[in-house]
């Protein structure tokens, strides 16, 4: 089970303050569990992972067994935000991070950025490849996933026809509104539904997360496990219950220390994509209002070598919560040599590992001395458990710091304001006025 340690804050808080942020955040707690906060018409992700029908995970084992069938090497999954970044990051953490799967197919990601260079060499892969997709929006109508769709589903429609593209397309999104699925009516694509009551950085476990994690070959039924017994321990009422400590923590590091930084650090690159879905969570449903911590993320000991001397030395802004993974799924041992030039002998006999966790621990250390408190989240390794684990505590966490931290963390008015002056400029039909005075304002 996932344990928060604590111990790298004592020397920045004292007991009493943190004694008096853990009851604010069981106040929050009971925001989110009575339900009478703000944003509460997007409470459905709290059902999850206990409502998911046997029936539906079939449906997604179906889906994978005929593209399977079919030799689809390639599964394009097109989205943005939380509706490509849970996955995203689950397949980063679990794959092989050089080999390419053998027996299973290989899925990339699209319509998560507007670069006509990542396309088209996104589009030469498809070229040499067996091709599937699976493009999810919620809405049905963002701009970045459908601009890449409309491209995909040329390409698959021009290779296998109307009919084989209707096999090998398959859409998530609403279950009755949107773009994306009155076209997939119009398809006959098969289709999964975003939950209405479940907002896109909170959906992985939804078919938005476990559609592609089960396609690319994955036991999403232990994911869903992990996430089970996560959720266990944090909808407990209690000081003990480790997301209220998590958000009392983080609140306590803002409002009293003045910290407007988080870093969430990993000593496993396997880990680096779990922090862009982490920053999601945390940055959409807290930074509004004039107020939140802004989401930040390392990978070390690489990231050492280029933010260290930031983190230790610098602007005094920042705390850190670092994912400690316990254990390493491959053994490397370091060998022995007869000259030992490089003065490594000492190490002889050692795993990589060993001294990984040495420099972890120097590290917190270390950015203790220089004013970095430093929260700890122990997994025992990285797998389809662990990494439900992480998705179901963080949730929980960010409903709760949210709510502690006094906004609504299920809405993000923020992320508008691109999109009108993109379409403005576009010239998309219906923005004509805005179009008239971003151009005035451009000109001037
Ligand atoms: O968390 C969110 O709500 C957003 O990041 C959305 O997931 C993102 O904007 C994509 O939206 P949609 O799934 O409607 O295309």
Not at 94 to 119: T, W
Not at 251 to 269: A, H, I, Q, W
Not at 336 to 361: F, I, K, T, W
Not at 368 to 394: A, M, R, S
Request: a negative charge.
């Amino acid at each position: 089970m996932i344990q928060l340690k604590l111990d790298g804050c004592e020397r920045f808080v004292p007991p009493s303050a943190f004694k008096a942020s853990l009851g604010k955040a069981l106040e929050a707690y009971d925001v989110l569990d009575s339900e009478t906060g703000p944003g509460n018409d997007f409470l459905g992700w709290k059902t999850l992972p206990d409502g998911i029908p046997a029936s539906l995970l079939q449906e997604y084992e179906s889906v994978r067994d005929d593209w399977y069938g079919l030799g689809v090497n390639l599964v394009i999954v097109i989205g943005i935000g939380g509706s490509y970044l849970g996955a995203r990051c689950a397949l980063d953490a679990l794959n092989h991070q050089f080999l390419l799967p053998e027996g299973r197919p290989r899925i990339v990601f699209a319509g998560n950025n507007l670069s006509e260079d990542y396309l088209a060499e996104m589009m030469d892969l498809a070229d040499r490849s067996n091709v599937a997709c699976i493009v999810i929006s919620k809405s049905g109508t963002t701009t970045e996933p459908a601009v890449a769709f409309r491209i995909v589903k040329e390409h698959i429609e021009s290779r296998y026809g109307k009919e084989g593209a209707a096999t090998r397309i398959v859409a998530v999104t609403d279950a009755v509104k949107g773009a994306l699925k009155t076209l997939s009516n119009q398809e006959g694509y098969r289709t999964f539904v975003v939950p209405d009551n479940v907002g896109g950085r909170f959906s992985v476990l939804t078919p938005v997360g476990l559609l592609p994690i089960c396609v690319a070959g994955y036991d999403i039924c232990s994911m869903i496990k992990g996430a089970a017994a996560a959720k266990k321990a944090v909808t407990v009422r209690s000081e003990d219950n480790p997301a209220v400590r998590y958000a009392a923590m983080r609140n306590l590091m803002y409002s009293d220390l003045g910290k407007r930084v988080e870093l969430l650090v990993t000593f496993n690159p396997r880990l680096t994509c779990f922090a862009e879905w982490w920053k999601q969570l945390f940055g959409e449903s807290e930074g509004k209002d004039g107020k939140g911590i802004y989401p930040a993320s390392a990978t070390f000991t690489t990231d050492l070598h280029s933010l260290g001397q930031f983190i230790q030395d610098g602007e005094r802004c920042m705390f850190e919560t670092t994912i400690k993974v316990e254990k390493a799924s491959r053994s490397v041992v370091i060998g022995s040599d007869p000259q030992d030039l490089d003065q490594l002998n000492y190490l002889a006999g050692r795993n990589v590992e060993h001294c990984n966790s040495m420099a972890a621990l120097g590290t917190k250390l270390a950015h203790i001395d220089g004013g970095v408190p430093q929260i700890e989240i122990c997994v025992e390794k990285i797998d389809e458990y662990t990494l439900g684990e992480l998705f179901c505590f963080f949730e929980f966490a960010c409903g709760i710091s949210a709510y502690q931290l006094g906004v609504n963390p299920f809405n993000q008015p923020g992320v508008e304001a691109y999109k009108k002056n993109m379409f403005a400029l576009l010239r998309k039909p219906g923005y004509e006025e805005a179009t008239k005075a971003i151009l005035s304002r451009i000109q001037n």
